[in-house]
């Protein structure tokens, strides 16, 4: 057990590792090309934050392991929500545009309840529900580059080229931290299933408790670094923004990737008064999290610190029930 173990961190470690030289290389190109900040954190940012996710999602579909894959997705969005924006919000409740919140919250709400619906009416997530939640992720995609290259925020990215014109790296070595990072992440995505179900089997944990838990810790820990520097910063919207943008790529790119993959039933495990535990608890605890955090930012443009608490103590006890009950 000790060897599946060591190799379970080690897997974490490169998807630390692996995420954050990801996003330093695909930021250093995007500045090197001149994008404004705003879409890189909406779009380069988020997806380099997500890519432990699709990994790990990937590599279990492929591995047939349906439950890892599931629970990771869900979990990550819970887990960026109620643990990561919530310690960013607690510590430093800040002031946030509701210009750049309306889309990808609007996309993010249209995919859960896609997402729910077919979860709630089929059980079953097919092919072709895949490929609509990709599809999905291509819209957004696209009207966001349109949206900011129409409206571009030409003093913030003039600031920030004239900012970092001195320590701007040579394109070669964004490059290599660009291709290194998404080796180690895939490398660290497989050691994390491989071992994950190893420990999980070993326990007698559900492979969708551990998704939904330990794994989906693991692979958001990008987002946690960014959350981090974000809060160091004082830039408590570029935190949000890259958290509901990644909780939004859960749905659409990591959930897509691995149905379109390799379909698969909503995965049995425990049941409450007779209804599977996910459908039960895990998605309204998804829909409770965003609600509590987008809501009071879309209509006072704020955060506010109670709300923080209130994240942290669903976290908190969303994790105990799934390991003790």
Known sequence: MLIPVLLFILGFALLILGGDWFVDGAVGIAHRFHLPELLIGATIVSIGTTLPEVMVSAQAALARNSGISY????GSIICNTSLIAAITIAVRPSVVKRSTLTLPVFFFFVAAIFYAITA????????TTGMILLAGFITYMTISVLQMKKN???AASSASSEKKEEEEKPVWKNILLLVVGAVAIAYGANLLVENG??????LGVPDSVIGLTMVALGTSLPELVTAITSLIKGHGSLSLGNVIGANLFNLVLVSGIAITIRPFMLPAGKTIAGINSSLAVDMPVMFLVMLVLCVPALLK????RWQ??????????FTAYQFLL
């Open 301 to 304: 443009e704020k955060l506010y």
């Open 120 to 127: 709630y009416t089929t059980g079953s997530f097919t092919r």
């Open 197 to 202: 179900t190893i420990i999980a089997q070993a």
């Open 71 to 74: 629970g990771n997705a869900i």
């Open 308 to 317: 923080g608490i209130a994240l942290l103590a669903v976290y908190f006890s």
């Open 152 to 154: 571009p925020d030409k």
